[in-house]
Nanobody, 117 residues
Framework: QVQLVESGGGLVQPGGSLRLSCAASGVSGSIFSIYSMGWYRQAPGKQRELVATVTSGGIFNYSWSVKGRFTISRDKGKNTVYLQMNSLRPEDTAAYYC????????WGQGTQVTVSS
């Protein structure tokens, strides 16, 4: 059973930066060799949407709304995936969820990001 634990959310002013982390456990060896990893977000009253993903083969994909501002990366030794978020905007405010995708999907509990002055 894969477990994902996010951290790093918080309150930040517009234009600021945050780095989210997602630590994965429950897999023997590197989770990245089996699962595609991703970050999704859900704002109040809206559907959950893709932010960024990286496949097991190392192919990156970003939502158009975050491209050039957010960067997804992974540390194979720590089984941890990161989301570096720069130039944050109020519309980035949401709960951010980590996802591991293979034949099944696993989700973390979410971490709140609030961008406000």
């Amino acid at each position: 059973q894969v477990q994902l634990v996010e951290s790093g959310g918080g309150l930040v002013q517009p234009g600021g930066s945050l780095r989210l982390s997602c630590a994965a456990s429950g897999v023997s060896g590197s989770i990245f060799s089996i699962y595609s990893m991703g970050w999704y977000r859900q704002a109040p009253g809206k559907q959950r949407e893709l932010v960024a993903t990286v496949t097991s083969g190392g192919i990156f994909n970003y939502s158009w709304s975050v491209k050039g501002r957010f960067t997804i990366s992974r540390d194979k030794g720590k089984n941890t995936v990161y989301l570096q978020m720069n130039s944050l905007r109020p519309e980035d405010t949401a709960a951010y969820y980590c996802n591991a995708h293979s034949r099944v999907d696993y989700w973390g509990q979410g971490t709140q990001v609030t961008v406000s002055s």
